[in-house]
Every structure is written in structure tokens, then in C-alpha cells.
């Protein structure tokens, strides 16, 4: 089975091409600047849940259900914006939904009770579900006309601004109460998009030649996820299973790393926060390496063995009895997490455009975001590390999930 669909180059006069290869580049550093920008502030956030759990009194069970908040404005937003990018194009909504984000994170610390934690977490999962569907489509779109499998490399991003919200979380947390911290990240977030924003409003996102040339079969490849049939639609599906298996781990690592590391095993603030940024370093150096690892393992490959080595890590991470074999568990987990989610993306949407990378995502980002509460509740009726060891569950069965995928053969046109 090939890695991604060969594309082929824009076609003068459509609508997105010709684009010069300058211009690729231009809009390549805007969009790594996004996915490095959404991952700062969700870890910027995250890294402050157990202060804000404190402030609102919550038990772990409330913590669960106001984080459902965030699962429910973010899966509900993932399948609008499919439409969104179709009809206004993917970079105006990243650029939209990267402003939203950033101002929505300045929410969570004003309140004082779970429900309205819960409320305000559903504006803050409607941005993030948004700024990511449209970021992966105009990242699956210039991927295609680079020629090359470089997807990694634009979550690499995600994971490194992830790793210095956390590592700067972890440094702030003595001495900053979470409504100046998350303020702070408001402040840079609207920076960074005024910044970045521009490239990519005046460039539209590349067109390959046969979607340009519009016959009818590639123009279904656009569509919206309901007339995805047949075959597509069940390989589509496949890569967003694989993607939730994965992102659950992500989701579970980001809410729950930092309360496991402080409260089972009894680390200092600091170092629960840089547990988070450990996880997020591992994720980056496997994701810099990715397009490499993909063009010499293949796709298989890759995600049976990412699989298998994100369930040992897990395995060790949430029963090890001291903290730094812990961290050294998280780290394995990252490597083995790294390129299982952005494979699975960029190969829905290869398959079917916006429509497949919103199907794809509405998956994989449920698993990031519904995955938090499950181990809430499971560790209020087990215990945290008994409910961490879900994350090596899922993650060996997305492994065997890719395994069992290997002989899909992709349909041309959709």
C-alpha cells in the first residue's frame, strides 16, 4: 500500500494554482507556525487543570464532566468546518479559528463552579476543533503539492509548542495565578495570528492538477462526509479509528499526566508540568523524523511499531512506582505516538479532501477529547494509573488495527 496518493502539480488557471515554490514555502512556515501556536496554548491550558481544579472545588468526576465541554464543542465544530473550508477555503478558517482559540483560553480561570468551567470549556473546544480540521485540510493541500509526505513535520510543530506551554506552565506555576498565565497566552495567541494570518489570506491553498481539471470523480473527493460511499467512506473511517486510538493517549497525557505524576507519586508542581513537556519533546523528535521514517518503513510499518512502543511506554508510564521511571515511560510513549495520528489524517485526506480530513479528525480529535473524561470517571471507580493503562490499550489496538488495514488498496477518484 503507498504512504499518500502521488499528487501531482497545480494546473495554471485553477483555482488555486499556479503557485510558485517561494510561495509553498511562505505558506508552509505560516501553517507550521499555527500547529506549533494551537499546541502552546492547549498545553498552556492544560498545564494550569489542576489549579483551576482547585479553584472550582471539582472533584475528579466533576473535572471529567466540565472537560466534556471541550470534547463537545470540539466534535460538533470538526464537522461544520468541513463545510466551512469547502465553502470559504481553509486558510480564512485557520486564520479565524486560531484568533477564537486564543481568546477563548482566557476563560476557564474566571470561573468558580464545575458547570461554568463546563460551559466556558465548550467555546474553547469549538475554537480548537475548528483551528485544527482547517489546518490539517490546508496542510493535507500543500502536502500534495510538495510533493512529499511531510505531514509530520507540521505535527512536530504541534508537539514543540506543546512541550514550551508546557515547560513555560511548569515554570510560571509557582508564581502566577492561571488568570494572568492564560491572559498572557490571549495576548500571544493574537500576536502570532496578526503575524502569521496574512500568508495565508493571500494565498490561497494549492489545487493538484486532477482536482483542478474538475472531472466528476475528483470532485467527489470534496464533498461533504455523507457522500463519502463506499469503499472511501470505510477507509476514511478506518484511518479515524486509528487516529482516536492514538489521540485518546494525547488527551489522556495532556489532563491527566501532570495530576498522576503530583498525585500518585508525589512530584513536585515543576516536575508534573514537565511531565507533559517530556511527552511533547519525545513526540517532536519522533515527528522531525517522520517523513524519513515513512519514506523508508512505509506506512504498515510504521503504525504497528508506533502502536506497539506507545503501549509499552503507557504500560510503564502509569504503573512505574517512582517518578522517573514514570517520565521515562511518558517519553517512550511519545516516540511510539508520534506519526500514528498525522499519517491518519493526511491519508483521509488524500482520500477526500476537507470531507475526509473533517471525518478523520471529528474521530481522532473525539478520542483526544473524550478520552480525559472516561479516565476521570475510571479513576474515580479504580484509581489514575489503573485508568491510564486504557491509553496502552488503545494504542496497541490502533497497531493492530494498521496491521490488519495493510492490504486496503486505495480507489481512484473516491
Not at 511519545?334 to 479528525?361: D, E, M, Q, T
Request: hydrophobic share 50%; glycine share 14%.
Amino acid at each position: 500500500m503507498p504512504l499518500l496518493n502521488k499528487p501531482r502539480t497545480a494546473v495554471p488557471g485553477g483555482p488555486g494554482a499556479p503557485i510558485a515554490s517561494p510561495s509553498l514555502s511562505r505558506l508552509r512556515t505560516a501553517l507550521t507556525v499555527f500547529f506549533a501556536l494551537d499546541g502552546f496554548l492547549f498545553a498552556g491550558w492544560v498545564v494550569r487543570i489542576p489549579a483551576i481544579k482547585e479553584q472550582t472545588g471539582s472533584s475528579a468526576s466533576d473535572l471529567g464532566l466540565a472537560l466534556l465541554g471541550v470534547s463537545a464543542g470540539a466534535v460538533v465544530t470538526m464537522t461544520l468546518t468541513g463545510r466551512l473550508c469547502r465553502r470559504y477555503g481553509s486558510h480564512p478558517v485557520t486564520v479565524v479559528s486560531g484568533a477564537l482559540m486564543s481568546l477563548s483560553i482566557a476563560l476557564p480561570p474566571m470561573t468558580h463552579s464545575s458547570l461554568a468551567l463546563g460551559l466556558v470549556l465548550l467555546a474553547f473546544g469549538a475554537a480548537y476543533g475548528g483551528v485544527n480540521v482547517a489546518m490539517n485540510s490546508a496542510a493535507v493541500d500543500l502536502v500534495a503539492a510538495m510533493r512529499r509526505p511531510v505531514m509530520p513535520s507540521f505535527h512536530a510543530a504541534f508537539s514543540l509548542g506543546g512541550m514550551i506551554g508546557a515547560g513555560l506552565g511548569g515554570l510560571v506555576a509557582g508564581g502566577l495565578s492561571p488568570t494572568a498565565h492564560l491572559l498572557t497566552l490571549t495576548a500571544i495567541g493574537l500576536l502570532v495570528t496578526a503575524a502569521a494570518g496574512p500568508v495565508l489570506l493571500r494565498h490561497p491553498a494549492p489545487v493538484a492538477e486532477h482536482t483542478a481539471k474538475g472531472s466528476g470523480k475528483d470532485r467527489a473527493r470534496d464533498a461533504a462526509p455523507r457522500r463519502l460511499k463506499g469503499r472511501t467512506r470505510r477507509i476514511v473511517v478506518v484511518f479515524g479509528v486509528i487516529a482516536l486510538c492514538t489521540a485518546y493517549g494525547e488527551g489522556a497525557m495532556a489532563d491527566w499526566g501532570a495530576l498522576h505524576l503530583e498525585q500518585d507519586l508525589h512530584a513536585h508542581a515543576g516536575i508534573a508540568a514537565a511531565g507533559y513537556s517530556l511527552f511533547a519533546l519525545a513526540m517532536t523528535a519522533g515527528r522531525l523524523s517522520g517523513t524519513a521514517l515513512l519514506e523508508r518503513l512505509g506506512q504498515t510499518r510504521t503504525l504497528v511499531a508506533g502502536g506497539t512502543t506507545a503501549a509499552a511506554g503507557m504500560l510503564l508510564g502509569a504503573l512505574a512506582p517512582t517518578v522517573w521511571l514514570a517520565l521515562l515511560g511518558f517519553a517512550v510513549t511519545g516516540l511510539g505516538l508520534a506519526n500514528i495520528f498525522p499519517v491518519a489524517v493526511a491519508r483521509a485526506g488524500a482520500l477526500a479532501g476537507p470531507g475526509g480530513v473533517a471525518a478523520a479528525s471529528t474521530l481522532g480529535y473525539g478520542g483526544m477529547l473524550l478520552g480525559p473524561p472516561a479516565i476521570g470517571f475510571l479513576a474515580d471507580w479504580f484509581s489514575l494509573p489503573v485508568a491510564l493503562t486504557t491509553v496502552a490499550a488503545l494504542a496497541g489496538g490502533a497497531a493492530l488495527i494498521g496491521y490488519s488495514a495493510r492490504k486496503m488498496s486505495v480507489p481512484q477518484g473516491g
